[in-house]
C-alpha cells in the first residue's frame, strides 16, 4: 500500500515493451511517475520516446508489460478509455483535424472532455459554455483572432500552438508533451514553455515532457529520464542525469547537432 | 443573452441564437443564394405536385424523388459525414419496404399491419446494422465495406429464393390501408379530388420531409461533429477521447433506420415491394451517384442529387426520343440519341459533372456565393 512519503504514482509503467518484427522499440520500461511532478524524457532520435507515449496512451498495444494509472491497470483499454481516465497526448506530429476550424478543434477536446458526443437531438452551438471555454483556450494560445481558420492553412509554429491547446482544452490529469516546441519559431517557444509552466504550477497534474533542448529541460523538470535504443538507461535529478557519463555520452552530443 | 454581455465578450463569434428557420434547419443554412433557391423550388414543386400537375406520372415521379431524397440524405450521413463506404445501404431499404409489404399481404390492409411491418422492418435493420458494424467496422472501415457487400447480396440472393414469404423474383403486392386507397374521397380542392392517392403522397412527402429534417438536425448535433472529426481524423478523434468504432457503429445504425423508414415509404406508394424496386445493387449506384453529385457531406447535396437523378431518369428517354426522331435522316446521331442509350447519357453527364463539380453540385454553389 501507499505510504505518505511515497503515494499511488498518478502513472506506473511495468516493463512496457513493444516490438515490431525483430526490433524492440520500448524495451521492458519499469518507471513510476508522482502526482504533480514534471518528468522530462530524454534520448537520441529512434531512441524509443513517441513509441513509449504511445504505449503509455493507447495509440499502440504493448507486446509485453502494463500501464498503470492511479493504481488501476489499463493496459488492456482503448486510446479513447484512456482518455477518460486521465491521460491527455499532445503529438509529435502536428495531428489535427486539418478541414475544421481552430475553434471546432478545440470545442470538440472541450465536448469530449464534458462527455456531450452522445447528444444528437441538439445543435452543436446549444452548448455555450464549450464554445467559450474553446475560444478563451484559443485566446490563451494566441490564436483568438485565426479562430476560423482551418489548420491546413495555419503556419507550422501555429500548427503545433493548436496541437497544444488541443491537449490543455482536455485537461487531463496527466499531461503528455511530445516535443511541443520542435520546429517553433524562437519567439514562439517562450509561450508554449509558459503554458506547460503554469500547468506544472497548479500541482496538482503530473506532466511528462520529450524535449531535445536541456536547459528547458533543467528549468522545467523535476526529475530526468533517459532511454537509449528503447531501455531505460538513467533516472534521477536533473543536474546529475545531465551530469552522467551516458548522458554526455549518449545524448549531448546530439543535442548540439539539434541546435 | 443581451447584446450588452454578448458584444464584452473578448471574441464576437458566438452564433445567433432564436429563430425558427434556424432551429428547423439545426443551424445549418443553404448558405448560398442559388442552393438556397434551388431548393425552395425543389420544396414548393413537391408541395404542389397533386395540384399543378394532373396525372399518375408526375406524382409518382414527386413521389420517388422524396422517397430518394431520404434514402440518399441518410446514405451521405454514412458516406459524407462518417468516412465510410457501405454497400448495404438498399438491402436496409429494401427491408423497410419487405416489412411493409410482408405484414400488409400477409396480416391485412390495416394502419397496425403497416405499424408492425415498419416497426419489425426497423428493428431488423438495426440488428443487422449493429452486428455488421461490431465484427467489421473494430477492424478496418474498408473491411466494413467488403462485408456490407457481402451481406447485401447474400441478402438479395435470400430474398429471391425465399418465394414463399417474399414472393421471390416477382415481388409482392398488397393493399393498402382503405384511407390510402384510391377510392377513399373526401372531395375536391382547387379541381383536384382529394382522395386516398393524394392522402398517400403527402404522407411520403411529410415523413421524407421530418426525416429529413431530422438528419439534418443529427448531424449538425454535438454527435454529428464528432462524426466529422472521425472523417478527418480518427486516430485524433480517438486521441479526444471519442470511442471511434462506436460511434461508427452509431451512424451506421442510423442511417440503416433512415433507409428502412425510405423502402417503407416505396412500398406504400407503389403497393409493392421487389427485389428489382429496392434491393437491387443498380439503386445501389443510383444511390451514390446521387450523393456524390449532390455533394457529400452536405446533406442538401442528397435533395439536389436525388431531384436531379430522379427527374433524369424519367424525363431523359422521353427527351432523347424527340431529339431521335428529328435526328432521323442522320443515322449515326440518331442512334447515339436512341431512347436506350439513356443510361449512356446519364453516365456521360455525371462523369462531366463530377469532374466539372469535385464538391458536388452544392459545393459549386456555396464557392460562388
Ligand atoms: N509503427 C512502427 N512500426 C515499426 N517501427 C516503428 C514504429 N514506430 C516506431 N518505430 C521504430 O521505433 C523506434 C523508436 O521510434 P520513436 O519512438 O519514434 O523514437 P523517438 O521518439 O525517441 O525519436 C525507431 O527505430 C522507429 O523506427
Ligand atoms: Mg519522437
Known amino acids: 500500500m501507499a505510504s505518505a512519503s511515497?503515494?499511488?504514482?498518478?502513472?506506473?509503467?511495468?516493463?512496457?515493451?513493444?516490438?515490431?518484427?525483430?526490433?524492440?522499440?520500448?524495451?521492458a520500461v519499469s518507471c513510476a511517475f508522482q502526482p504533480g511532478t514534471l518528468t522530462a524524457i530524454v534520448g537520441p532520435n529512434g531512441a524509443g520516446k513517441t513509441t513509449y507515449f504511445n504505449l503509455i496512451s493507447g495509440q499502440l498495444k504493448a507486446t509485453a508489460g502494463s500501464v498503470l494509472v492511479d493504481g488501476r491497470d489499463i493496459t488492456r483499454l482503448p486510446a479513447s478509455a484512456r482518455t477518460h481516465r486521465g491521460l491527455g497526448r499532445a503529438f509529435q506530429l502536428t495531428n489535427l483535424f486539418p478541414q475544421l476550424t481552430a475553434l471546432e478543434n478545440v470545442r470538440l477536446a472541450i465536448?469530449?472532455?464534458?462527455?456531450?458526443?452522445?447528444?444528437?437531438?441538439?445543435?452543436?452551438?446549444?452548448?455555450?459554455?464549450?464554445?467559450?471555454?474553446?475560444?478563451?483556450?484559443?485566446?490563451?494560445?494566441?490564436?483568438?483572432?485565426?479562430?476560423?481558420?482551418?489548420?491546413?492553412?495555419?503556419?507550422?509554429?501555429?500548427?503545433?500552438?493548436?496541437?497544444?491547446a488541443l491537449l490543455m482544452a482536455l485537461d487531463p490529469k496527466i499531461y503528455m508533451f511530445d516535443e511541443p516546441t520542435a520546429g517553433m519559431s524562437v519567439d514562439e517557444v517562450p509561450t508554449v514553455l509558459e503554458l506547460i509552466h503554469q500547468i506544472k504550477a497548479r500541482g496538482d497534474r503530473t506532466i511528462l515532457l520529450v524535449e531535445h533542448k536541456m536547459d528547458v529541460v533543467r528549468s522545467l523538470a523535476d526529475r530526468i529520464i533517459v532511454l537509449h535504443n528503447g531501455a531505460l538507461v538513467a533516472d534521477g535529478e536533473p543536474a546529475s542525469v545531465i551530469a552522467s557519463p551516458i548522458v554526455q555520452e549518449a545524448y549531448l552530443g546530439l543535442e548540439a547537432a539539434h541546435d | 443573452m443581451t447584446d450588452a454581455t454578448l458584444s464584452s465578450l473578448p471574441v464576437s463569434s458566438l452564433p445567433r441564437q432564436g429563430g425558427?428557420?434556424?432551429?428547423?434547419?439545426?443551424?445549418?443554412?443553404?448558405?448560398?443564394?442559388?442552393?438556397?433557391?434551388?431548393?425552395?423550388?425543389?420544396?414548393?414543386?413537391?408541395v404542389a405536385t397533386p395540384f399543378a400537375l394532373p396525372g399518375s406520372q408526375p406524382l409518382g415521379t414527386a413521389a420517388k424523388i422524396c422517397i430518394f431524397i431520404l434514402l440518399a440524405a441518410s446514405y451521405d450521413l454514412l458516406l459524407g459525414y462518417t468516412g465510410i463506404v457501405s454497400f448495404a445501404h438498399t438491402m436496409f431499404f429494401g427491408i423497410g419496404g419487405y416489412g411493409i409489404a410482408i405484414a400488409l399481404n400477409k396480416l391485412g390492409a390495416t394502419w397496425s399491419s403497416v405499424f408492425i411491418g415498419l416497426v419489425a422492418a426497423l428493428a431488423l435493420s438495426a440488428a443487422l446494422a449493429f452486428?455488421?458494424?461490431?465484427?467489421?467496422?473494430?477492424?478496418?472501415?474498408i473491411f466494413f465495406s467488403m462485408i456490407t457487400l457481402a451481406v447485401a447480396s447474400a441478402v438479395l440472393v435470400l430474398a429471391s429464393q425465399m418465394s414463399g414469404i417474399t414472393g421471390g423474383e416477382d415481388g409482392m403486392s398488397f393493399q393498402l390501408p382503405p384511407e390510402l386507397r384510391p377510392a377513399f374521397k373526401l372531395g375536391t380542392f382547387l379541381d383536384t379530388a382529394i382522395n386516398g392517392r393524394l392522402l398517400a403522397y403527402y404522407l411520403v412527402f411529410f415523413v421524407a420531409l421530418g426525416m429529413f429534417l431530422l438528419l439534418l438536425r443529427i448531424v449538425n448535433s454535438p454527435f454529428g461533429r464528432v462524426l466529422q472529426a472521425i472523417r478527418e481524423n480518427e486516430?485524433?478523434?480517438?486521441?479526444?477521447?471519442?470511442?471511434?468504432?462506436?460511434?461508427?457503429?452509431?451512424?451506421?445504425?442510423?442511417?440503416?433506420?433512415?433507409?428502412?423508414?425510405?423502402?417503407?415509404?416505396?412500398?406504400?406508394?407503389?403497393?409493392?415491394?421487389?427485389?428489382?424496386?429496392?434491393?437491387?445493387?443498380?439503386?445501389?449506384?443510383?444511390?451514390?451517384?446521387?450523393?456524390?453529385i449532390g455533394g457529400m457531406g452536405t446533406m442538401y447535396g442528397a435533395v439536389i442529387g436525388a431531384a436531379l437523378f430522379v427527374l433524369a431518369q424519367s424525363y431523359l428517354q422521353v427527351l432523347m426520343g424527340s431529339i431521335s426522331e428529328s435526328l432521323a435522316a442522320v443515322p449515326l446521331l440518331a442512334s447515339l440519341t436512341h431512347p436506350d442509350r439513356w443510361l449512356l447519357w446519364l453516365g456521360i453527364l455525371f462523369v462531366a459533372s463530377v469532374y466539372a463539380f469535385p464538391g458536388g453540385i452544392v459545393g459549386r454553389l456555396r464557392k460562388t456565393s
Do not use: C
Open chain 2, 131 to 141: 452486428i455488421i458494424g461490431l465484427v467489421s467496422l473494430r477492424v478496418r472501415a
Open chain 1, 111 to 164: 465536448q469530449s472532455r464534458a462527455g456531450a458526443g452522445w447528444s444528437m437531438f441538439n445543435i452543436w452551438d446549444t452548448r455555450r459554455d464549450l464554445i467559450e471555454e474553446a475560444e478563451a483556450m484559443l485566446e490563451t494560445v494566441h490564436l483568438a483572432d485565426k479562430r476560423h481558420l482551418s489548420p491546413k492553412t495555419l503556419s507550422h509554429g501555429d500548427q503545433r500552438k493548436l496541437e497544444v
Open chain 2, 20 to 46: 425558427l428557420l434556424r432551429t428547423i434547419l439545426s443551424a445549418d443554412p443553404p448558405r448560398s443564394k442559388a442552393l438556397s433557391l434551388l431548393l425552395l423550388v425543389v420544396l414548393l414543386a413537391l
Open chain 2, 235 to 292: 486516430f485524433r478523434a480517438e486521441a479526444l477521447g471519442y470511442r471511434v468504432v462506436s460511434y461508427r457503429i452509431a451512424a451506421s445504425v442510423i442511417s440503416a433506420l433512415a433507409a428502412t423508414v425510405a423502402g417503407a415509404l416505396l412500398a406504400l406508394w407503389l403497393r409493392y415491394n421487389g427485389p428489382d424496386t429496392t434491393l437491387s445493387f443498380a439503386i445501389m449506384i443510383d444511390v451514390l451517384l446521387m450523393v456524390v
Open chain 1, 6 to 27: 511515497n503515494p499511488t504514482p498518478a502513472l506506473e509503467t511495468r516493463g512496457l515493451t513493444i516490438r515490431f518484427g525483430g526490433h524492440v522499440a520500448v524495451n
